[in-house]
């Protein structure tokens, strides 16, 4: 999915939410654990009951792998299911030596080796420049590049003082040598609002996927007013506050009108601040 | 296994060598692509061929995903077929919020979730303390922590200026709070052996796993000379200049000689040096 056609789809729907799957299966309604592929399941519902109010899916690696070779069949059939019209993230914060960084692009961007195609992949940018560039090696994909994640650790190192500026900030400064805004994202997390505008000083056009709205407690008027450029320019992730909105049988219109709900509350931060 | 454990292993063996089993089913040679399973007959020989001479197994995680729930089959079969008495290590750069982080370490280390009980992974640590700690929780198991790696880009980041230090001494100095040398390895490319004396000076007592080594051209001497401690301290690891040193049915063979080679020069620093 290109740029334009990411901003087209965030027009038509009056919304800029991404849903995450971080789907567990201890936390999973328990109806469900009679089925043949709970996980798969339990996404697909998701998916029939959000797709209307999301511009976007991000199945969160780790949930699907800790599960061996049947989460990665889950995942699988996941993606497949995501409609097309909806741009997938594989959450999976890799990044390795050229070579190997290479194979994981196969992983996720290669659907005849692996069985996935993902639109995009979260990159950690630690290992630096190729770590991150056999990623853009396949056409049209896009990667996603830690830069001030939502937790509370990303203090640690994130914030630290390089020559005057922070270190997240060299790293959005530095990766815009490897793609510009039509192959390259940033992870800025929500719980951080006030930081937006140094951030839009450095990478104005860019998308920001933003994490930390709902279970982690950022707020959505705050990432939108500082956030927002003038193609939306956002991808704001909800997951537990979505999907395990109920853990009855009600789950799925559960996670619709949580859905519903910040897709509205988005649409009126489109009028106000696009 | 212990600290005191893989230091008996490396005395018995006069070897501190780590096999990289980054298998490629593109590399691997022809007549075993008949079998079943190749990836695991592969490993299953290169394993039966180098146990004596190494004294640890390093999985890259990517290479196994690049091929989907098949590839994760082979992993677990692999990592089921290497003898206990050797340390494994699943390369696989982890590192997510704290949640998320939970869930991979279930992917690799418990095997009743995942099928894989690995003794150690590697960790980027870009996201900071709880991106790491999750590991932690699993007691007895390892976390591998990037310090200063192997590759071109590692002096994008890893060597920015932070306060007076560079960035990879201060991940060195932040990340002793989280765990000791019982508990944490770090990784330190051999294609910098200049460094190792100012990393020895902040953890003089941790294992250092030195990837670089052979296809990557570390100098295993002088990774030796100035990474060495009172109990050895290293592991070296070698991938491609051991697994693939023949495509033929020769291939088990040529890495025999290989692995055996390199122990051998281990052997003698372990006389020199430790």
Redesign the interface.
Known sequence: MTYQELFQQISTKRSYLCVGL?T?IQKIPAHLLKTDDPIFEFNKQIIDSTADYCVSYKP?I??Y?????????SL?KTVEYIPKSHFTIA?A?????????G??A??FF?KS????DFDSITV?????????TPFLAFEGKWVIL?AL??????????R????GNT?FE??LR?SQEWAGAERMMYVVGATHPSDFQKIRAIVPDHFLLV?GVGA?GGNLEEVSKFGMNKSCGLLVNASRSIIYASNGTDFAEKAKQEAQALQQEMAIYLDKYL
């Open positions: 971080d567990d969160n780790a949930f792998e800790a599960l061996g070779p049947k989460g990665w069949e699988q959450d914060k890799r990044g390795d030596i050229g070579n190997t960084s194979l994981y196969r992983a290669d080796s692996s069985g996935l950690a940018p630690y290992m630096g420049s190729d770590s991150v830690l994640t939502s937790n509370p650790g990303s203090s640690d190192f994130q630290l003082n390089v020559e270190l060299n790293v530095t994490p982690q």
